[in-house]
């Protein structure tokens, strides 16, 4: 139970990551940009 609790945490850190980077990419028009930031941000993440 507690493995499917860190995956849907883990999920939805992911998913808030790929809602900040497309904000990014929408205000900014800085696509490739936001990618990185988004990529950064997961491999942070899969560290913790």
């Known amino acids: 139970m507690a493995d ?3 995956r849907d ?3 939805l ?3 808030h990551q ?3 980077a497309l904000i990014c990419t929408q205000q900014d ?3 490739p940009l936001a990618l ?3 990529t950064d941000n997961a491999v942070g993440i ?3």
């Open 46 to 48: 899969e560290e913790n």
């Open 4 to 6: 499917i609790r860190q």
């Open 36 to 38: 990185l930031r988004y």
């Open 29 to 31: 028009k800085q696509g």
């Open 9 to 11: 945490a883990l999920f």
């Open 18 to 20: 790929l809602k900040q």
């Open 13 to 15: 850190q992911m998913d």
